[in-house]
Structures are given as C-alpha cells and as structure tokens.
C-alpha cells in the first residue's frame, strides 16, 4: 500500500512569526519610555541637586526606619489576626464564625483613612482606658486615652486591625485550596489534627498564602503614607515637612518615590525567592531543547511509522 503522506517535515525549523502589529508597539512603548526619561532629565524642575542631597538627609532616613517598622509591625499582627479569625470563619462554632464575619465585613467594607482618623481620635468617644472587674467599681488600672494610645500606636492600631481582615481572607482561601482528602488521608494513617494542620494542610496552603500575602506586604508600605494625616513622621511626612519648608515639592516628592521603589523592589525579590521556595515538588524544570538533528529524525521516524 503506498503512502499518501507528504514528505517528512523538520518542525525545528519552524520559527515564531513576528506580527507588524508587535513591532509597532515594541516601537511605541520605547518611545514612550523615551519620552519620560527625557522629561525627567531635562526638565529643571526636577533638580537632581536637591534629590541627591535630600536622598540621605537624616529626617528622611529617620522617616523611612518609621515607615519599615510601621510596615512589620502592621504586617506581623495582621498574619497572626488573620490566621486567628480564618480560623473562625472555618469553625463549626456559630458565635464565632459570626463574629469572625461581622469583624471582616465591617474593615474591609470602611475605608482605611477614615479607620485611622477614628482611631486617632478614640479619646473623643472613649476618655480614660480602664481595666478591672466588670459591673462592678475595681479598677486595676486607670489612664487617659492619649497617655495610652499615641499617634504612632493609633496609625499601628488601625493599620494592623485592617490588615487582619484582608489577611484572613488570604488564608481561609489558602486552606480551603487543599483538598478535604488530604486530611482524611493524614487521619486514616494515624495523624492527629496538630499534625495534619501542620504537616498536610498548611504545607500545600502556603503555595496559596505566599503570593497575595507579599502583595499585602507592598501594600502596607505603600498604605503606610496614610499615616502622614496623624502627624506621624514617616517617610512620606518627612518629605511633606522638608518641601513646605523650601518649597521643592517635585525633588521631595520624587525622593519619598525612589525610597519606596527601593522596598518593593527588595520585597519583591524576597517574595520571588519565597514562592519558589513553597513551590518546590510542583514546579518541573524545563526540559532540555533537542538538537534540530534529532528532532528532525524523530519527527521522520513518527511518520515512516504512521505510514506502516
């Protein structure tokens, strides 16, 4: 019987065929780019002299440590909050799964400048801080409300009360990625549920967890500036405080923006490195590319067996 099929093809000889629509925008985008590197190295009201002079300035540095700490601050009681109220929302138990949902719906459905304004100014609606025994008249300790809640820990107390009702998002969302057979699994063999919470559950749920948490992380350091309408002396306060003085908005505002890229970029690779690190076990390296010999032969061999 005689073959009908055509002559043996070399598929390593195929190359990707670029479109002129492609070129067309690989064109526009450097010439946007262009255009804005050379707005800003041109434009003299920019003033690189006064960006490299304030980029160390000690009140900026003194700010930028405000705003690191604010950031881990925040983010550490955000996860330990959000891991407590996710499991909550899990929990067969009613009350606690209510509240869990009422504490979630009411932060992420508030703005989060309008949380810490209020909590800037909670002297107004409670005076005094008082710990005792309740309905009754013992006091173990007494103080005013802006002797106990400063600035800095109001825009920490708002920052981190906010947090936790995105992180419990994140990790209730992780959890519930892995499959309830992983548990019945880790339970026929014997484990108890601390260890398969710590051992089968949270393992795999990390793979979920990492990524929208580093996106919460660059969030925070970015969300921190709100914190400049308590007179906190963060980052971008401190530049706000230095270009009211001399009046150089752009130089000021343009230094606050390269210290802020200087933290997400380093987050960013941290969050990289962290990701590759959980997805271990899933993530194949890529398989070494043929020689177009070989390819060609054994694409000519698949053919000639067809034939038969």
């Not at 949380?115 to 006091?139: D, H, K, M, S």
Request: hydrophobic content about 50%; overall charge positive.
């Amino acid at each position: 019987m005689q073959s009908t099929l055509q002559p043996e093809i070399d598929i390593s000889t195929a190359r990707h065929r670029h479109r002129p629509s492609q070129w067309v925008a690989s064109v526009l985008v450097l010439a946007i780019a262009a255009l804005i590197i050379w707005t800003f190295a041109t434009n003299k009201n920019v003033d690189w002299g006064v960006i490299m002079k304030y980029l160390t300035f000690p009140s900026i540095l003194d700010g930028l440590w405000t705003t690191i700490w604010l950031t881990v601050a925040a983010m550490a009681i955000g996860i330990v909050g959000g891991v407590v109220l996710a499991s909550c929302r899990l929990s067969p138990n009613v009350l606690l799964k209510g509240a869990a949902d009422v504490y979630v719906w009411f932060f992420r459905g508030t703005p989060l400048l309008v949380q810490l304004i209020f909590w800037y100014n909670i002297a107004i609606f409670i005076p005094r801080v008082e710990i005792g025994i309740p309905f009754t008249n013992v006091t173990f300790f007494s103080a005013s409300t802006n002797d106990v809640v400063s600035p800095l820990g109001a825009a920490l107390l708002g920052l981190a009360l906010n947090e936790a009702a995105y992180m419990c998002e994140v990790v209730r969302g992780g959890l519930l990625s892995v499959s309830s057979g992983q548990s019945e699994a880790a339970q026929s063999l014997g484990l108890s549920g601390r260890q398969t919470f710590t051992q089968i559950v949270l393992p795999q749920a990390m793979r979920a967890i990492v990524p929208p948490t580093g996106n919460q992380v660059i969030g925070m350091l970015k969300g921190t500036s709100l914190v400049s309408v308590m007179a906190v002396y963060d980052l971008f306060y401190s530049a706000q405080a230095i270009y009211t003085t001399n009046g150089k908005v752009i130089p000021l505002l343009i230094v606050a923006c390269i210290w802020y890229l200087i933290i997400t970029s380093i987050l960013y690779l941290f969050q990289s490195r962290l990701e590759r690190r959980f997805a271990r076990g899933i993530v194949r390296p890529p398989a070494k590319r043929k020689s177009n010999r070989q390819a060609s032969s054994r694409t000519t061999v698949g053919l000639e067996g067809a034939a038969r």
